[in-house]
């Protein structure tokens, strides 16, 4: 008898036999790769992959001898049996430890690869017919390529699976999810009814009633692309849930997937979430607090909702769009782990306009796929829809007519839910900047980057009720600032917010007037979503302003297509004419190079026909963060002190490194290499982090600054 995992006893009655984990990972990869129409690649993948392990020599090694390659094996025997099989369910199966390697390095190891007699005999004595036919017709490289990486999230989600419900079957019984859909849907509505029956009646929020009815609605219609065009205040969190929660029940669909660009955003709409269904949902980005989790949970629930994390078993997954999009173009089984329950989803992708220009047409293409060959649905949802479709003109866009809409009439909403107007300063120093900002009560200005936001602070910080807003403070820290700041605008008291545009997407906080440094128009827009955002006032006034001898070139292009689509219409700043011009001229400026910086599309499309693609290397060049910033952690708290204390004479768990987040700041390269000379900084044992030894170049007003890394505060100095 062959055998697959080993135990810690050496009798072998207690070890799992190799038919055993294969049949086991057959079926789950059979039932995973199902809701794509792919089962029977799935369990031909599931069958084969470990066949290596049929040899003498991997059967010592599970009594501790040597490593063996055993991955290949799988592979070559189907490479025998269909060269097309050998390369669609191969090259998955070739990587299942390690990962897609680029097609040209795979191929020859899996050609080359000599099988053993016993394995060719074990295999002859496992009872699997290939599949005949490919699940749907797939013309392009990129539908073959994805296709193949799906198959690989079923081989690899089954594997990880089965072998833990053998080595651990406490940790394998946490994982799955009480609550249905069908049974959040049932809450959410009875919640609604709640929340209708106390909201005072207004003309907003007969508004915001109309559009959630009518989106309803909507709900019943056939599942593909959809938009829901919403101004800010219009209730565009509850009703997308609401449609989203619909449409699954109505069409058999198994989870929703919001996806949304910042953190910030996806804490307060988790909160929103759980409130409207009862019950926690799935939030996967880098500031989550599962400390939080267990404090209010539970050590229980936080081990299931760090198992979720891992493949997205969840009902609900509220996600960023850098987990999102790269993981779709992934190759580790880490990150490939959750693709297949992509599959037979609801997706929000909540500010729409924030989906990243230089790998815009791959994002695109990848949400095209997912609808139109893995039943999804995927709704566009944002207050200044971009121009995605092919019929604004954009010949790599999405196909979505205007009836896809799920909102009734965004041009008249918008006019119902003007709140602002706009005025454009043109250029100003600094001085008059100020000046203009200390004559308002209460204020909020954004700027383009974080050097700029600590400058005006100074500027600034006799000011009473004067806050600072970046990514150089760290996320518990920005929290405890915007309650103290939503507490301010509450109680009518003095408040001025200096901030980057971390604050635009999302964050509910209402200014009667906002300040915003020339930007894309689609900034502004959701600079002015925070002005006025409750219509409490009559009108609230944006003002855009250039800052003299600034100049940016990340924001080039940006400004350059704003100030195109506005000559026109200069007073139609936030109209949806304006914004719909602006994306146009920004994309036809950006040009198609630009739209797919590293050519992601042609390069899968070399590989169409012989199913050789470089997936190890898109998976490295799709980065929507290019430059790898570096993560300081601030120990001015106990937390953060007693975990890297701990991390000094222990490995690091996740438990430990998701709460050091909370506490991290992200710096660019150049800034750690200051700080690194100064000696203010030291590298963790593990390497995973730096961790801040000077104290005192982290302000409570903005955060870290790495300008004079020499500093000493005046009290520091007292003390000794």
């Known amino acids: 008898m062959f055998y697959a995992h080993s135990t810690e006893n050496p009798q072998k009655n207690t070890w799992q036999s190799l038919i055993t984990h294969l049949s086991g990972v057959s079926a789950l990869a059979k039932e995973y790769a199902s809701s794509f129409n792919a089962s029977g690649w799935g369990e031909a993948a599931g069958i084969f992959h470990d066949l290596g392990k049929a040899t003498p020599q991997f059967q010592k090694r599970l009594e501790g001898g040597p490593r063996v390659d055993h991955s290949a094996a799988g592979a070559r025997y189907l490479w025998d049996k269909s060269a097309s099989h050998g390369a669609l369910i191969g090259q998955a199966i070739a990587g299942h430890h390690t990962g897609l390697k680029n097609s040209a390095d795979v191929l020859p190891r899996i050609q080359s690869f000599d ?81 209708t029956q106390k909201a005072p009646t207004t003309s ?240 909020l200005c954004i700027v383009n980057t974080r050097k700029t936001a600590q400058r005006l602070f100074e500027g600034l910080k006799k000011t009473e ?32 917010v200096i901030s980057t545009q971390l604050i635009e997407a999302g964050v509910d906080v209402d200014f009667p007037r906002v300040f915003r440094e020339e930007a894309g128009l689609d900034s502004i827009a959701q600079a002015a979503g925070r002005c006025n955002r409750e219509g409490r006032r009559k009108k609230g006034l944006v003002s855009i302003f250039q800052l003299e001898g600034s100049y940016n070139v990340h924001f080039a292009a940006q400004c350059s297509a704003a100030r195109e689509a506005l000559r026109p219409c200069p007073q139609d700043i936030l109209g949806l004419d304006a914004i719909k011009k602006y994306f146009q001229k920004l994309f036809w400026e950006l040009g198609k190079e630009q739209l797919d910086s590293k050519q992601i599309i042609p390069r899968l499309e070399e590989g169409a026909k012989s199913l050789r693609f470089d997936f190890e290397d898109i998976a490295r060049d799709f980065r929507i963060i290019e430059t790898q910033t570096q993560a300081v952690v601030i120990t001015k708290d106990e937390e953060p002190r007693r975990i890297v204390e701990k991390l000094r004479f222990a490995p690091p768990s996740r438990e430990d490194l998701r709460e050091l987040q909370q506490y991290t700041v992200q710096i660019w390269p150049h800034e750690l290499r200051k700080l690194q000379a100064a000696g203010v900084v030291e590298q963790d044992s593990h390497e995973l982090f730096h961790i801040l030894l000077n104290n005192d170049l982290y302000s409570p007003y903005t955060g870290l600054s790495c300008d004079d890394p020499t500093h000493i505060s005046t009290e520091t100095l007292t003390n000794f």
């Open 115 to 195: 099988l053993h007699p016993a394995t060719k005999a074990f295999a002859q004595s496992l009872e699997n017919t290939l599949p005949n036919a490919l699940p749907f017709n797939m013309q392009t490289g990129f539908e073959r390529s994805f296709f193949m990486r799906m198959l690989y999230s079923c081989l690899v989600d089954a594997d990880f699976c089965d072998t833990e419900r053998f080595l651990d079957t406490k940790k394998s019984a946490l994982r799955g999810h009480s609550s249905s859909l069908n049974d959040l849907h049932a809450a959410f509505i009875s919640y609604m009814e709640k929340l």
């Open 204 to 443: 907003i929020n007969t508004l915001r009633q109309s559009i959630y009815s009518y989106a309803l609605k909507q709900a019943e219609r056939k599942p593909g692309l959809f938009t829901l065009t919403v101004p800010t205040g219009g209730g565009k969190t509850l009703t997308s849930l609401g449609f989203a929660l619909k449409h699954a029940q109505q069409h058999g669909m198994r989870h929703i997937i919001y996806v949304i660009p910042y953190t910030s955003i996806i804490e307060q709409n988790a909160t929103v979430f759980e409130k409207a269904l009862g019950t926690k949902v799935l939030e996967h980005h880098s500031n989550f607090n599962f400390k939080e989790l267990k404090d209010s949970y539970g050590p229980q629930e936080m081990d299931r909702a760090l198992l979720a994390t891992e493949n997205w078993d969840a009902p609900v997954i509220v996600t960023t769009s850098v987990q999102f999009y790269e993981s779709l173009f992934a190759n580790k089984s880490s990150q490939c782990r959750k693709l297949h329950n992509i599959a037979e989803s609801v997706i929000i992708l909540d500010e729409a306009q924030m989906i990243p220009t230089p790998y815009l047409f791959p994002c695109l293409e990848a949400i095209n796929e997912l609808c139109t060959h893995y039943s999804c649905s995927a709704v566009l949802c944002t207050a200044t829809q971009p121009a995605l479709r092919t019929q604004d003109g954009l010949k790599a866009g999405l196909n979505l007519p205007t009836e896809r809409e799920i909102a009734p009439n965004p041009q008249e909403l918008q006019i119902k839910f003007k709140r602002v107007e706009a005025q454009q300063l043109g250029e100003i120093d600094e001085n008059t900047l100020l000046k203009k900002i200390r004559a308002e009560k209460q204020s």
């Open 465 to 496: 009720g004067i806050f600072h807003l970046s990514t150089l403070m760290y996320p518990l820290h920005r929290k405890d600032v915007l309650s103290e700041i939503r507490i301010r605008l509450s109680e009518d008291k003095p408040c001025t």
